[in-house]
């Protein structure tokens, strides 16, 4: 059932968060109760769903905001729950792993997840990574009707940020959301290295160092798409988006 936070008064308390609709995929009812009651403090509406079936049922029936969703699930796994949720219709995902497993990671984040966590984690942030993603979302929209003029080209690399496209060898590549922001980060000051705390600051507006391992992923998941050569890592500081020389 919707619920809304109301304060001592019995007034519809206004957050950040209010109206704004997160869909729970998960199987193990202490983890729900636990992430549902932390979201609907912070002013969410949320729904709730067991296995796969249900939450893409629910997805298409309820049209969330954004998805909480777990990749052990009974009835078909999180992998192909989010494949058939952003086939209907683009939403963030925020992916759950009971395993430190990188490869998981890499998985959930090449079906469309935008960000994932390892269990066992803090409810205050979960909250912030929620927080963070829908204001990605927003961002993105006032990008679209906000548009930056001209395309920024790098070689054969192509970023066109009026339609949030991206294009190596005039080929289009397709990046989530997060990738996007990700690349435009690093392509903003080319060659230039980019700590992994300056990443998560700018891209997550995450400022925990605990969440470094997010912006290893991504990086990974994002050369994938776009070519591993033109990301380099400086070991021990951070990654540089490689540009051709004059």
Known sequence: MEQTHTSHNGTAAATPGAQRRVLVV???????DAIATRLRA????????????????????????????DIMLPGFDGLEVCRR???QRP???LMLT?????????????????DYMTKPFSMRELAARVHVLLRRVER????????????????????????RRVRVRSEDVHLTPTEFDLLVCLANTPRAVLSREQL???????????????????????RRKIGAERIRTVHGVGYALETPTP
């Open 200 to 222: 998560l600051a700018e891209v997550w507006d995450w400022a925990d160092a605990s969440g470094t391992r997010t912006v290893d992923s991504h990086i990974k998941a994002l």
């Open 42 to 69: 912070e002013g969410f509406l949320v729904q709730t769903a067991g296995d796969g079936p249900s939450a893409v049922d629910t997805a298409e029936a309820w049209q969330p905001d954004l998805l909480i969703l």
């Open 26 to 32: 998960e199987d193990d009812q202490t983890i729900v």
């Open 85 to 87: 949720v952003q086939a």
């Open 98 to 114: 009971a395993r430190d497993d990188e490869t998981d990671m890499l998985v959930g984040l090449g079906v469309g997840a935008d």
């Open 91 to 93: 939403v963030p995902v």
């Open 140 to 163: 993105a929209a006032l990008a679209a009707t906000t548009p930056r003029s001209g395309i920024l080209r790098l070689g054969e690399l192509e970023i066109d940020h009026a339609q």
